[in-house]
């Protein structure tokens, strides 16, 4: 206990130097990325193209998280076979260079046809894949100098396809000839590539190297080796920078940052199927920009180039804000008594609930910052058990040096119930910032925790109207205000539907399904109650969980419809309906008896 209160008494005296210490934080922070920002480095750019300094590459450079590539600032779209072919309809993809090329291309053919199979009988050979509507096509073209690269060049002027990836050297550097001569290939390849993007507007993208396995390479490959290859692709990344050629930096960090079971096979030349499933990503999420999903967290999504596109609500919304933030500074302070009475509520001033509002529209605006602008990089969930164990941990621990003592001993009174409740709440917090969805065991209990929660609500809402009898309209409207205000403001300013935010909708639903209930329990008998209430309330549950409804949305990035069925299955359903109802028959039974 003693060391206990030692230690309370020493945090609060750092509480006023940790909070200087996170406002500097906050302002380092702040200002690299408003460096990255006019630098014109968004998470996108910073995918495929990569860094423009070494410093901010080092500092924004994606990362391996077990098998899956882990971009700085954004997260990778996943692309099933319906959107490849979408992205790609009645189109042709060039894959144009070696046995790495090749690879890529299986991998592409991969995505539209999960069962295919590469061909083992052409190695060295055209390779042409048709499926969906789309056209994958390879050619063998391992030099940069080969007349069919310069074929291949008219026939797509003429015939443009969708793109053209491209990557070539690493014959020419196995026949033991120098880089020099290969850098002076990539020049004259560069023009008329470059000219050919000019005319035709075709996306040209070059991939580089990356790196090799030395001592696992063969005997015939030992011209091959990493000093050589990094030469020339820091040679590639600073010549077509100023032309119109994509260059894949992704691949070069995504070898580096890697270890040998995602980057390398046996033979220390040819990339891991792992890592060349990341590569396909980045090349999709490249080509199909317009078709990923506009949400602001995936990588090169069209939310992050409409953020300043605002709806006229929140235009509205917007002006609102400023006027109240105008009536804080300028209205006068009121001096009248406002203490609340036995038989009058609590009012307040006009500046002081334009300072109230005020705060809520800095905190939106915070929140938008955050989620809707480029200004604050994305990133992924990554799950971590540790992480989550010690944020428990701490969380435990700030609940022990702030306990206090109850006068109440009565079974689930409102300090009980409250403090269930808030450490659902920590929890529920805790398990979505970590990302533990990806984890079933903590998933499957975090689903208990929020089915315990909204029964709680129901009880609290059920105990206040048996010992009150309240029914007026003035108190629903203060739930239901209380409950919802910051979501509707959240719709608003995000652009969000409101069924998103499901556990709000839940707790209102819940809320007004007790409310539906109680009046003739309260002063009526268990049958009646049962027939006029209860029945109707199930019927209406069903029907909220099966039956598919058309959701709201404010959103700012594309004004869209969707039916989302909450729950599909009806006899689930109606399981729950039926819980429910005797959950609350055991709730006015128990306040009976």
């Not at 550097?173 to 020049?187: R, Y």
């Not at 000093?227 to 260059?247: C, G, M, Q, W």
């Not at 509520?345 to 605006?365: A, D, F, Q």
Request: charged residues 15%.
């Amino acid at each position: 206990s003693i060391a206990i209160v030692m230690l309370a008494e020493r945090l609060a005296q750092l509480q006023q130097r940790s909070r200087l210490l996170l406002l500097v934080a906050f302002v380092v922070a702040l200002a690299l990325n408003a460096h990255r920002v006019w630098q014109a480095e968004d998470a996108c750019s910073l995918l495929v193209r990569g860094a423009k300094t070494e410093f901010t590459r080092w500092l924004y450079r994606g990362h391996w998280h077990n098998t899956a590539w882990m971009p700085t600032g954004c997260a990778l779209a996943a692309w099933p076979p319906h959107s490849v072919a979408s992205c790609l309809a009645n189109g042709t993809l060039e894959f144009v260079g070696d046995s790495r090329v090749r690879m890529l291309f299986h991998m592409t053919a991969a995505s539209l046809e999960p069962t295919y199979s590469p061909p083992h009988n052409a190695r060295h050979e055209d390779q042409l894949f048709r499926s969906r509507g789309v056209t994958l096509r390879f050619r063998w073209i391992p030099h940069l100098n080969e007349p069919a690269l310069h074929t291949a060049l008219q026939e797509w002027k003429a015939h443009p396809p969708v793109a053209v990836i491209h990557s070539a050297g690493l014959w020419f550097l196995k026949n033991e000839q120098g880089t020099a001569a290969l850098k002076h290939q990539f020049d004259e390849l560069l023009v008329q590539v470059d000219r050919f993007v000019h005319d035709t507007g075709v996306p040209y993208i070059w991939v580089p190297l990356g790196d090799v396995k030395e001592d696992l390479l063969w005997e015939t490959r030992k011209a091959i080796t990493s000093r050589r290859v990094a030469e020339f692709d820091n040679y590639v990344l600073t010549t077509a920078k100023p032309s119109h050629v994509i260059v894949l930096q992704s691949a070069v960090d995504m070898y580096q940052q890697g270890n040998a079971e995602v980057t390398m096979t046996s033979d220390g030349l040819h990339y891991h199927p792992v890592l060349q499933n990341a590569l396909k990503n980045v090349l999709l999420t490249q080509l199909c920009r317009e078709h990923i999903p506009a949400t602001s967290s995936l990588c090169c999504s069209p939310a992050a180039a409409q953020s300043y596109k605002l709806q006229p609500l929140q235009y509205f919304a917007a002006v609102v804000f400023l006027l109240c933030l105008a009536g804080h500074f300028f209205l006068p302070p009121t001096t009248a008594n406002t203490e609340p009475s036995a038989t009058t509520n609590k009012t307040i001033s006009l500046s002081e609930w334009c300072k109230h509002m005020s705060l809520v529209g800095v905190v939106m605006l915070y929140i938008r910052l955050c989620d809707r602008t480029p200004l604050f990089l994305k990133a992924s969930k990554e799950y971590n058990p540790v992480h989550l164990a010690l944020l428990l941990l701490a969380v435990t621990l700030v609940g022990l040096l702030t306990q206090k003592p109850t006068d109440s001993t009565v079974l689930l009174h409102r300090q009980q119930t409250d403090e269930w409740k808030g450490w659902m709440q920590l929890v529920i917090l805790c398990y979505h910032y970590t990302g533990a969805s990806q984890n079933l065991a903590v998933y499957v209990w975090v689903r208990v925790l929020v089915g315990a929660y909204l029964f709680l609500t129901g009880f609290g809402h059920f105990a206040y109207f048996y010992h009150k009898a309240n029914f007026a309209w003035a108190r629903v409207a203060q739930v239901l205000l209380r409950v919802n205000v910051f979501t509707v403001f959240l719709c608003v300013v995000m652009g969000r539907t409101y069924q998103e935010y499901y556990f709000v909708p839940l707790s209102t639903f819940f809320f007004l399904l007790v409310l539906f209930c109680l009046p003739d329990a309260l002063f009526s008998s268990l049958s009646s109650c049962f027939s006029s209430r209860l029945l109707p309330a199930q019927a209406v549950f069903s029907t909220f969980l099966s039956v598919p409804f058309t959701g709201v949305s404010l959103d700012v990035v594309a004004s869209r419809v969707e039916q989302k069925p909450l729950l599909s299955d009806f006899k689930t359903a109606t399981a729950l309906s039926t819980l429910s109802c005797v959950l609350v028959g055991t709730q006015w039974h128990a306040a009976l008896f």
